[in-house]
């Protein structure tokens, strides 16, 4: 398939609204692919979605509008300000690069576009910036203007198809079957790889069947288990009865993969982390006792004269990635192994009973790994005794575990429930946001248009309003549309003046709507603008904020919450570790 060919596609699920139809118009064009082609789906799949691997590969171009830019000029032969005035109307590089592109040959195949693409991102060394705008250059001329529009909106990282991992999935089955009933075995597979074009190359080379037989690969990250909350002790036990308990440690999650000596960690949303946590690499080569091994825990920070873990606001500073090593010094960190979903083979379908069976045997002493204990609860009152021991422990809480459940990869459900300090209610009181900007999302999220919020509380001193949150839950399918709607109405090109933030998300809007959002607590944040009074500060942040109302009419931008309010509650929530 020509690149040119592919490119129409494109266009035709940009411009489709529904879900139905841009999934339509996937299985079509992978219904046309030869046999030849159909061994090479992967790549459509990662281009579909402004890609060229998987997230969880960290492919990156490297190259910003500027050289962007640049490129555009070499290529079309216009000047700077042409291309300068064609980008203030149009807004877009892609388009721009599509009006001033004469008429490109075109000529190039798929594969051809996809090896030269990813050639680009792997250029290094000196002269790296020089050389990636010439061979852009060559490559935008030799693909349509359509084609141009997309090699540019690619590299930017602003495809944005709006082709979301269920839509592919969907697309998946259809083309393969003519109907969605492959969706659930797909889904399966991909939950325990991430990969959707992996999941493709085998649906197309070898069939559903081994689609179904699908197992783990240990330098995939599977994607996580997570819990389902109830409020009480008794409503726990009569949910899931006797059940495995454990503390809920307040940092953040790793999945470690062991291959070898050969260490990857990936965060809870499949990032990948092993830079930022050296002591946890080596510790996975010398305290495992097997060879390759998938593993989960929640990494917390301690003091090194203590020995105490510290808490969240404490822990978070280690997600960075720069001055790793001062920061390893300042705050180590212990990994509390909670699940194991490789050993030498796929555990991931047998029980949590028995997978745990296999984690007791699994470790060497050392300082920086620990098996993080269980209790069994077999009533309410065993299983509130855990959670005050966690409390009086400094824990969040516990999680809950049904003794016979799998590890339900990229499942929320009632396997695990989680018990938390914070129900009971640090933070009481709901907070007034202005909406000041949306992120379109992955995923399922993606379809609706909007994935999650940028919040803002107002400074009335000033009189600037301050980001606090981004905000992913708490809005049903249906709030999203309609809130959609709504914001756009609010739609500009760019960062509103009158808008503090160190976040750009994909659409800005005019500080207008309010809605009110509750969270669990206020924590110090280095990435938001609320409350932050000289660089290099932390800034407050709303953790795990969910919105709880629609827009409120009643309400203009400027009642929202205040800086100063925020400022308070912090100081009367202690501090706690
Ligand atoms: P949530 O993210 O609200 O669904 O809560 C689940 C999160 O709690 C997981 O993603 C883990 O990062 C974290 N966590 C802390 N301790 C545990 C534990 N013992 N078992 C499972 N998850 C835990």
């Not at 745990?356 to 300082?367: A, E, N, Q, Y």
Request: hydrophobic share 40%; glycine share 8%.
């Amino acid at each position: 398939m020509k690149f040119k060919d592919l490119s129409v596609f494109f266009q035709k699920v940009e411009s489709a609204s529904k879900r139905l139809e841009m999934t339509a118009i996937l299985a079509e064009l992978f219904q046309q692919l030869d046999s030849e082609e159909r061994q090479r789906i992967n790549e459509i799949i990662y281009l579909s979605q402004g890609q060229l691997l998987p997230a969880f590969r960290n492919v990156e171009f490297g190259m910003s509008e500027k050289l962007i830019h640049k490129a555009i000029a070499e290529a079309t032969g216009r000047s700077h300000d042409d291309i300068g005035k064609a980008f203030r109307s149009l807004g877009d590089y892609g388009e721009v690069t599509q009006q001033l592109s004469g008429s490109g040959a075109g000529k190039l195949e798929v594969t051809e576009v996809y090896e030269r693409l990813s050639e680009l991102s792997k250029f290094s060394g000196e002269g790296t910036v020089k050389k990636k705008v010439e061979f852009l250059a060559v490559l935008l001329r030799e693909v349509s203007p359509l084609g141009a529009k997309y090699v540019v909106r690619i590299i930017l990282g602003k495809l944005r198809l709006g082709v979301g991992d269920p839509t592919v999935l969907d697309a998946l089955s259809l083309a393969y079957s003519k109907s969605k009933q492959l969706r659930p075995a797909l889904e399966r597979a991909y939950n325990l790889c991430s990969d959707l074009g992996l999941v493709a190359d085998i649906l197309f080379s070898k069939g559903i069947k081994a689609v179904e037989e699908f197992k783990v690969i240990v330098g995939c990250p599977i994607r996580v288990a997570l819990a389902a909350r109830l409020s009480s002790a008794e409503e726990i036990i009569d949910k899931i009865g006797v059940c495995a308990v454990e503390a809920k440690y307040d940092g953040f999650r790793c999945q470690v993969h062991k291959k070898g000596d050969e260490v990857q960690i990936f965060s809870r949303n499949l990032e990948n982390t092993t830079s930022m946590f050296p002591e946890i690499e080596s510790a996975a080569r010398k305290q495992i006792k097997i060879k390759n091994a998938i593993f989960e825990g929640e990494a917390l920070a301690y003091d090194p004269q203590t020995k105490e873990c510290l808490a969240f606001q404490e822990t978070v500073q280690r997600k960075r990635k720069y001055d790793i090593d001062i920061m390893q010094k300042r705050f180590p960190l212990k990994l509390f192994i909670f699940d194991l979903l490789f050993a030498g083979d796929d555990l991931t379908r047998i029980s949590y009973e028995q997978r745990r069976k296999v984690l007791s045997g699994l470790l060497r002493k050392g300082d920086v790994l620990e098996i993080s204990p269980v209790t069994i609860a077999h009533s309410a009152g065993e299983l509130a005794d855990v959670f005050e021991e966690a409390i009086a422990a400094g824990r969040e809480g516990i999680v809950a575990k049904r003794l016979d459940s799998p590890y339900q990869a990229g499942g929320r459900n009632f396997n695990w429930i989680k018990l938390k300090r914070s129900y009971s209610g640090t933070l009481n009181d709901t907070i007034d946001c202005v909406i000041v900007g949306y992120f379109f999302g992955k995923g399922l999220r993606s379809s609706f248009g909007i994935g999650s919020l940028l919040a803002c509380v107002y400074d009335q001193n000033e009189q600037r309003y301050k980001t606090i949150a981004k905000i992913g839950s708490g809005l049903s399918e249906e709030d999203l549309k309609q809130f959609k709607k709504k914001l756009d109405e609010m739609k500009i090109k760019s960062q509103p003046k009158e808008v503090d933030s160190l976040i750009q998300p994909d659409v800005w809007l005019t500080p207008k709507f309010v809605v009110e959002v509750q969270a669990d607590e206020i924590t110090r944040s280095p990435v938001h603008t609320c409350g932050k009074k000289a660089e290099g500060e932390p800034g407050f942040a709303l953790r795990f904020p969910r919105t709880v109302s629609g827009i409120r009419i009643d309400k203009n931008s400027e009642d929202a919450t205040t800086v100063d309010e925020i400022s308070k509650i912090f100081s009367m929530q202690g501090r706690r570790t």
